[in-house]
């Protein structure tokens, strides 16, 4: 069984930066692809960020391009998310997923196994 635990969040000033962590423990990780989502209070989870398990190719949603980076550390079993220029709707808490499929992840995170997601880890955004 995988177990993925998120850090990183906290409280930070419109306009300030925070980057999350994302440990998976197991033996899976360098094989499957990872992302990011967000569940904004009286909202559904939205995807955020994916990137494939080389770390050579990523997505992001439009409202986050130029502002967030997703990156992975294959050695440190690790994937990043960090955000710039934060906003008040920023917040939300922040969930990392894994799948084997770049694909899946990116357009039907439905799919993925209940112990591939992470517990989350809140951000929030003062004006």
């Known amino acids: 069984q995988e177990v993925l635990v998120e850090s990183g969040g906290g409280l930070v000033q419109a306009g300030g930066s925070l980057r999350l962590s994302c440990a998976v423990s197991g033996r899976i990780f360098s094989t499957v692809a990872m992302g990011w989502f967000r569940q904004a209070p009286g909202k559904e989870r939205a995807f955020l960020a994916t990137?494939?398990?080389?770390?050579?190719?990523?997505y992001y949603v439009d409202s986050v391009k130029g502002r967030f980076t997703i990156s992975r550390d294959n050695a440190k079993n690790t994937v990043y998310l960090q955000m710039n220029s934060l906003k008040p709707e920023d917040t939300a808490v922040y969930y990392c997923?894994?799948?084997?499929?770049?694909?899946?992840?990116?357009?039907?995170?439905?799919?993925?196994?209940?112990?591939?997601w992470g517990q989350g880890t809140r951000v929030t955004v003062s004006s």
């Open positions: 990137i494939n398990w080389s770390g050579t190719k990523s």
């Open positions: 997923a894994a799948d084997p499929s770049l694909v899946v992840l990116t357009t039907q995170p439905q799919k993925i196994r209940d112990d591939y």
